[in-house]
């Protein structure tokens, strides 16, 4: 899956499930967890979602804030496991 | 002696100033450093105009400047007013004009959101943020955070432990945040007496993951200090953070809430895969502990101590377990904690007997004077002792707390519910009036009532009862969008159902009874 169709599929969802980010125009590189638009309940459906979405499985290790802090950050952690799984 | 909250920092130096204070990211400050920080501070503040008794907010996410601002505005004679960076501009502003605010701390960006939403100039004497040189907006002066630390001047202080020290916001059955008002001498009341029933010296490193605005995350932070102990403090998305931070500052206590309890009790915590020898010591309030959880908890850290507390801001804390009483009545609050007399009262005002519900009230060091401008509210929570002699009249205040409880044969005490409509939801109490009228600003709708729904993880969840305008389709989905871009995310509901009128009482009130017995609760 090119990259920016992920960023559209995680802007969607996160859109839809944290509605406090249709007050701010959000960009890729926009911090989610420090504003508070994202907080640690809330990160555990955005894990669960990408799990189901494209197929990949998030380790304990990968529960890091780096790999959730924006959009970008989380499609390219994305299509890092996406890749991870393929040399598997 | 130390009798005011910078006091015990000025003892704690006292007696070992290389001693590690405060661990923030890779900041380590020894007790002389915080003390010469929070002397500083307090001066600045004076010299910006601050007077005996003026109250000075802080609005800042956990950080350094975050917990000596604290103790820095007590050095200044001033009362500090902590809010949760989570709140929003407007929740800020409510709290800034409520309480009369003459200073604030936050942040640059913080600062900007607030002025954009404020009608005229800013209320305030003075602001500090991080920014250096900045010109005052209007006629509030603007002060650099940092400089405000590294003065080497002296506050000059005149307060007695009967000033008062904080007030904290905190939400009722009815209406918007009230500042619960408390004395330096009733905050370090129970920061001894919390000391006391833990065990707490200085060879402890208390983990602070709660925020300050919550009286027992303040409590945190007073008993570290004033025991000359370590207090370690974090910022955290994931639980497996804390797990990581509690095994490699060698943690002994942590205080949490039943969520962060939830969230640490699975798998990806990495909590059952990491010996935590250190770990003293944990305590739950906010709410009670789901029992699947606490089994989780106790297998996972078997040689831990566990400690289920109960308390309200109006009397700062209760009610505590001991841990040796866990197996036998694990959903117990407890009894009451040092120095304190817990009562139990029912509708005839007489102290209920064992399996009899009545209202706990609470009589100790620790309650509080009351809510900050709103006397008639205060004499509702706060009322005389009522099996006082005759001869001691009505001096002595004791808290009625709203929730009702029950003892078993041994003194123990359960907690049933609330006589009120307040809502608990993952910690934070949430008044159903203050989400109603959210919900009403959206325009769209004619009658909204939200009620708490039990939830195994959060305590309470918010369900809203709607009733659309004749000519509104609005979705649940566009209400809940609304929500979120006016409340802090707890407070937004998690479920609507629209309804064609709301059950009503005879005097014309929303009937709550009623849309509970429809939840079937």
């Not at chain 2, 917990?67 to 050095?75: C, H, K, R, V, Y």
């Not at chain 2, 001033?78 to 605010?101: A, R, S, T, W, Y």
């Not at chain 2, 506050?155 to 905190?170: F, G, N, Q, V």
Request: proline content about 7%; charged content about 20%.
């Amino acid at each position: 899956m090119p990259q920016q169709t992920i960023i559209t599929s995680i802007r969607t969802f996160i859109s839809g499930n944290f509605p406090a980010v249709r007050k701010r125009k959000l960009e890729d590189t926009d911090p989610l967890l420090q504003s508070g638009i994202i907080d640690s309940m809330g990160i555990l459906d955005l894990v669960e979602h990408l799990e189901t979405t494209f197929d990949i499985s998030v380790a304990d290790d990968d529960l890091v804030p780096e790999n959730f802090d924006s959009i970008e950050n989380i499609a390219a952690f994305v299509e890092k496991k996406q890749n991870q799984h393929q040399s598997v | 002696m130390e009798y005011l909250l910078h006091e015990m920092i000025r003892r704690s130096t006292e007696l070992q100033p290389e001693k590690e204070a405060l661990v923030f990211k890779n900041e380590r400050l020894t007790y002389s450093d915080v003390y010469g920080r929070v002397m500083s501070f307090g001066r600045t503040l004076q010299q910006a105009g601050l007077q005996r008794g003026e109250r000075v907010g802080i609005y800042l996410e956990p950080s350094v400047e975050q917990a000596l601002s604290i103790f820095g505005t007590n050095a200044g004679d001033g009362v500090f007013v902590p809010m949760n960076h989570q709140i929003f501009p407007e929740q800020v502003l409510h709290i800034m004009k409520d309480c009369e605010m003459t200073g604030l701390v936050t942040t640059e960006n913080r600062w900007q959101a607030l002025l954009e939403q404020m009608d005229g100039p800013p209320p305030l004497k003075f602001v500090l943020t991080e920014a250096k040189d900045s010109p005052a907006d209007g006629s509030t002066a603007k002060i650099n955070l940092q400089d405000a630390f590294h003065t080497s001047l002296q506050p000059e202080s005149r307060c007695i432990e009967k000033d008062l020290a904080a007030i904290l916001y905190t939400s009722g059955s009815t209406g918007k945040p009230k500042g619960v008002m408390l004395t330096h001498a009733q905050i370090m009341a129970g920061s001894t007496i919390v000391s006391d029933y833990l065990g707490i010296t200085e060879k402890e490193r208390i983990l602070a993951v709660l925020p300050f605005n919550f009286d027992a995350g303040l409590n945190q932070i007073m008993t570290a200090f004033q025991q000359c102990a370590s207090l370690v403090m974090m910022n955290f998305v994931f639980a497996r953070e804390i797990v990581k931070m509690l095994e490699k500052e060698s943690i002994t206590g942590l205080a949490g809430v039943p969520t962060l309890w939830s969230l640490l009790s699975q798998p990806q915590s990495t909590l059952d895969k990491t010996p935590l020898p250190a770990l003293r010591y944990i305590t739950n309030t906010g709410g009670a502990m789901p029992q699947p959880v606490l089994a989780k908890l106790r297998e996972c850290l078997p040689q831990t101590l566990i400690f289920l507390m109960y308390g309200l801001t109006e009397a700062f804390r209760s009610t505590y377990l001991p841990p040796d009483q866990l197996n036998s009545r694990p959903t117990s609050i407890g009894k009451a904690i040092p120095d304190t007399e817990i009562l139990v009262i029912n509708e005839q005002g007489n102290p209920c007997k064992p399996g009899e519900i009545g209202e706990l009230v609470h009589r100790g060091p620790t309650v509080s004077l009351g809510y900050w401008g709103h006397p008639d509210l205060t004499d509702q929570v706060l009322r005389p002792y009522p099996f006082a002699a005759p001869q001691l009249r009505d001096w002595e205040k004791v808290c009625y707390s709203g929730d009702l409880v029950k003892l078993d044969e041994e003194g123990y005490i359960y907690f049933i519910g609330r006589r009120d409509t307040m809502i608990k939801s993952s910690g934070f109490r949430i008044s159903p009036t203050e989400v109603e009228e959210v919900i009403f600003r959206c325009g769209q709708v004619v009658g909204a009532a939200v009620i708490g729904i039990p939830d195994e993880v959060l305590g309470q969840h918010i369900k809203a009862f709607v009733v659309r305008k004749n000519n509104s389709d609005i979705s649940t989905e566009a209400i809940l969008a609304f929500c979120a871009e006016h409340l802090p995310r707890y407070m937004v509901p998690q479920a609507v159902e629209f309804l064609n009128e709301l059950p009503k009482t005879p005097s014309g009130k929303v009937d709550y009874p009623a849309l509970r017995r429809r939840e079937g609760l």
